[in-house]
């Protein structure tokens, strides 16, 4: 299970432990209670396990070791999100990456030992990848509008990112409002409104950290993939019509393999992808063959994890819908599936 990387034998020892590290936080066998606990509420993560999260070293992971990281690559980065993804974890770990890796050499120690949580606010419409302008700034204060911030209210700082800097800004700043909706998974993204806020001026932002967001996200998608279809295997293997387990069934056994193929092209194109930005490739059209199968393919496998689960697949009280509901929120996450195949098209074309 989980992507698999072609890397020396060293690095693939560290990271089978920084997977082995995830199971205590993660584990993609571990049940769901904590993960419905927290649904719809404010502000939506769990404190203790940020913490712990912080304690294993994985803020920062991609940060090199003078700015306070721990300098990995995007191998262990993906590995670890797979896990995150197969979990199911509402802690924004990879918008906190994103926050830490545009900040870089400026990334606040407290950030990266898990005491400050910062999110980063950089889109103003819902479309692919672009940074969205409109920031007034002024003395040491900005006027600004940011939409879809995922867990905003978990929040203690913000990074408001525009093409020319990025601002640090008090997550209880005066002059800042947060409008929150919930999401179908459970969660909450947030709308920020600055007037006249103080922050903090950063350098322009790295725009290859979002290509490594886009990435994370498809390695999540990819985790939850595999474990809605492991759970969807058991359940053929096990639910009895007559007469015999529905596994039997050579539609359903079809029907599976079909998925297990979407996970597998899945994998495939995610390993491509991290090789090519680790590597310091431009590496923008290979994530995006990977995020647009990824986006495509996690829809998919959770949707026909619910319908081979039948009824109860539909019901609240099962986990299978959990997993739907998750794809639903990351899959358009850090780009679509249409605005990637458009920018995969456009790039291989050589136009803008």
């Not at 490594?212 to 279809?229: P, Y």
């Not at 007469?243 to 599976?256: D, K, S, V, Y």
């Not at 899945?266 to 991290?274: G, Y």
Request: charged residues 25%; negative net charge; contains cysteine.
């Amino acid at each position: 299970m989980g992507a698999t990387f072609a890397l020396d034998e060293d690095r693939l020892e560290g990271l089978r432990l920084l997977v082995e590290s995830a199971a205590g936080i993660t584990s993609r066998d571990g049940d769901l209670k904590k993960v419905r606990a927290l649904r719809f509420t404010r502000p939506g993560i769990d404190r203790a396990r940020w913490a712990e999260i912080a304690a294993m070293g994985w803020l920062g992971l991609r940060l090199p070791e003078e700015a306070g990281g721990i300098g990995l690559g995007m191998a262990e980065y993906a590995a670890l999100a797979v896990e995150v993804g197969a979990a199911l974890l509402p802690e924004p770990l990879i918008e906190a990456e994103l926050a830490l890796d545009l900040m870089g050499q400026n990334a606040p120690a407290e950030a990266i030992a898990g005491d400050l949580l910062v999110l980063p606010a950089w889109q103003d419409g819902a479309e692919g990848l672009t940074v969205a302008g409109g920031i007034t700034e002024a003395g040491g204060r900005i006027s600004a509008k940011r939409a879809f911030v995922p867990m905003a209210e978990a929040a203690d700082a913000f990074l408001i990112v525009g093409p020319d800097a990025c601002f640090l800004v008090d997550g209880k700043a005066p002059g800042l409002k947060i409008t929150s909706e919930d999401t179908l998974d459970g969660g909450h993204t947030g709308t920020l409104t600055l007037d006249n806020v103080e922050a903090k001026r950063l350098p322009a932002p790295d725009l290859k950290a979002f290509e490594a967001a886009a990435l994370a996200t498809t390695a999540a998608l990819l985790g939850i993939m595999e474990r809605a279809f492991a759970i969807t295997l058991d359940y053929l293997k096990t639910r009895v019509q007559f007469g015999q387990p529905i596994g039997n069934f050579q539609a359903l056994q079809h029907r599976a393999v079909d998925l297990e193929i979407e996970i597998g092209l899945t994998r495939a194109a995610l390993r491509d992808a991290v090789a090519a930005l680790d590597a310091e490739e431009d590496c923008r059209r290979i994530v995006s063959r990977a995020k647009a199968r990824a986006a495509d393919a996690a829809m998919l496998v959770t949707r026909q994890a619910v319908q081979l689960h039948g009824a109860i697949g539909y019901t609240d009280e099962a986990d299978i819908g959990l997993f739907l509901r998750r794809a639903m929120i990351l899959a358009p996450r850090y780009g679509n599936a249409a605005f990637h195949r458009k920018r995969y098209g456009c790039l291989t074309e050589g136009r803008p």
